[in-house]
């Protein structure tokens, strides 16, 4: 197969682009029609050995995780997903009917997401990786992580820990017991938390999604605020089962839900009076004191890491 | 050197993101103002090894190509430079400084075209590349590769076969001599013809860049447009001593005219009297036959390959 029709291939499994679009992919660029709303962009990549290893995901689920994580970027600035652009690196040994196994994947997060990838580019190379450039709107109140005040609540959306769970149970050989099954899967199949980003305008003053880790990621929304903050380990939402899956690899329940990355949920501080019941779980405090910390039976919590995205 | 660590000496590089960027690096994503004119969007890569060496391009050379290469599909679509992100895959023994010393040409590049970074994103791995995606916008009338017209002229801007000649001395030991100098330089130090594409609307019917190489190129833009098109050697424009240095390297001065790619010169189709004087050469016909072909001295002229971009 020649780049040429290994393209057109591509093309044809990722589907028309939509409305919004007023070009697609075959051309030099694509084009999207004008928005009375500003234009957020972000870039992210998933490479192999680093990101992810082919013996842990399918290679649909290396394509649908990687563009989810990529998406989660515009959920963090509380903006809904318009495109995606899909740079492939692509060792030889590859071959045509596992990249388009990929682009399944990355397709069925556009079509879950309605983030059609409009453009995009392959390349010869020694290591396989995605990058994806994401393009959305912004609402009329866009989140930064910048704006937390000191006496905001710290929130978090969904459960923590899940997926670093999931990842660190295929490091250890298991995964495969039902009560497993679910950790794993959250670590293959992500959901970026569009679902609530749209209701967090008005309400978060500062925002973030967790990709590196809880603590790692809220000490950059602190930092870049100019605030510090501390969570509270018996106050961290997990998943079912979750205390009692986690004993079985490295590092402790408490540890991972506070350091394990990838979770996709979002981070943000808000005035506690502010956030509607059932949108997320209070964990903490933002401090005028910089840096983050964690406490746990009121007493501070050491952590061996802040978090890590890097699987390998 | 950390990552975050990294990242803050690159967003130092890279300077501030102009008055049209409403956030820029530091947050989950960039933010751009909105406008009443249609975003273009499109990216692209370089993979060390594949589309350059390290020891025939400065780190600052590999910054500024590779940027000015993605930057150059949107002067193919007639539309202005706004922004860019920047991905970059890291080994780990390029470290900090030669890191810096790659985002120092990519920000050159982007101060020349007016293209800020103002997003990206930094990753480990075994293999050095640079994903950039680049944006836009379009002027009233957007170019594509779809829309030329039987009869319409075949033009390309400035000159053609030039940056294929200086890698081509590279990889032939030479480009040391004053005369060989000016194509290497055209090789590490391309330009993108932003200031022409604007006056490309209105006159072409269709455009593309010269990436691929020249007939590869026109093949492209021929296809969407399920036309075909002959070019004649004769009319190439070239640059001074072309003729003279092509000879040196492997393959001739029409092949390398014909097929050598990375010049980043426009090709389009127009109406022949619709083409201002001097604003490019007249080197072909749009006909109604599918297929593009080369003539020389009023005969088929055969060329062995139609094009390539990867200079390893």
Redesign the interface.
């Known amino acids: 197969v020649d780049e040429f029709a290994l393209i057109a291939a591509i093309r044809e499994r990722l589907g028309p682009p939509g409305p919004r679009v007023?070009?697609g992919i075959?051309?030099?660029?694509?084009?999207?029609?004008?928005?009375?709303?500003?234009?957020?962009?972000?870039?992210?990549?998933a490479?192999e050995?680093?990101?992810f290893r082919r013996d842990w995901l399918s290679l649909e689920d290396i394509g649908f995780r990687s563009y989810t994580g990529a998406l989660s970027?515009?959920a963090?600035?509380g903006?809904s997903p318009t495109?995606g652009?899909?740079?492939l690196?692509l060792p030889p040994d590859l071959g045509a009917a596992r990249t388009l196994a990929i682009v399944d994947g990355v397709a069925a997060a556009g079509r879950r997401y309605r983030a059609p990838v409009?453009?995009?580019?392959v390349?010869?190379?020694?290591?396989l990786?995605l990058?994806f450039?994401?393009?959305?709107e912004?609402g009329p109140r866009?989140l930064?992580?910048?704006g937390a005040r000191v006496g905001d609540g710290v929130f978090v959306t969904g459960t923590v820990g899940a997926a670093a769970l999931g990842w660190r149970l295929l490091d250890a050989g298991l995964g495969e017991a039902p009560e497993e099954r679910v950790f794993v899967e959250r670590w293959r199949r992500p959901r970026a938390r569009f679902d609530l980003a749209s209701r967090l305008g008005g309400v978060a003053t500062a925002?973030?999604?967790i990709s590196d880790g809880l603590l790692a990621d809220l000490g950059h929304l602190a930092a870049?605020s100019g605030v510090g903050a501390t969570v509270h380990v018996e106050a961290l939402p997990t998943e079912p089962g979750f205390a009692d899956v986690a004993p079985r690899v490295r590092g402790d329940a408490a540890e991972l839900a506070l350091t394990g990355g990838e979770d996709y949920e979002l981070l943000f501080t808000a005035p506690s009076g502010r956030v509607p019941r059932g949108l997320a779980t209070r964990i903490g405090t933002v401090h005028q004191d910089l840096g983050v910390g964690a406490f746990e039976g009121g007493a501070p919590r050491a952590v061996t890491h802040f978090g890590h995205r890097?699987v390998v």
């Open positions: 007023a070009l075959g051309d030099d660029a694509a084009i999207l029609r004008p928005s009375r709303r500003g234009v957020v962009l972000s870039t992210d990549v490479v050995g680093v990101h970027d515009l963090a600035m903006a495109s652009l899909l740079s690196i409009i453009g995009g580019n390349s010869g190379g020694r290591e990786s990058t450039a994401v393009v959305g912004v866009p930064s992580r910048s925002a973030i999604d870049a890097h």
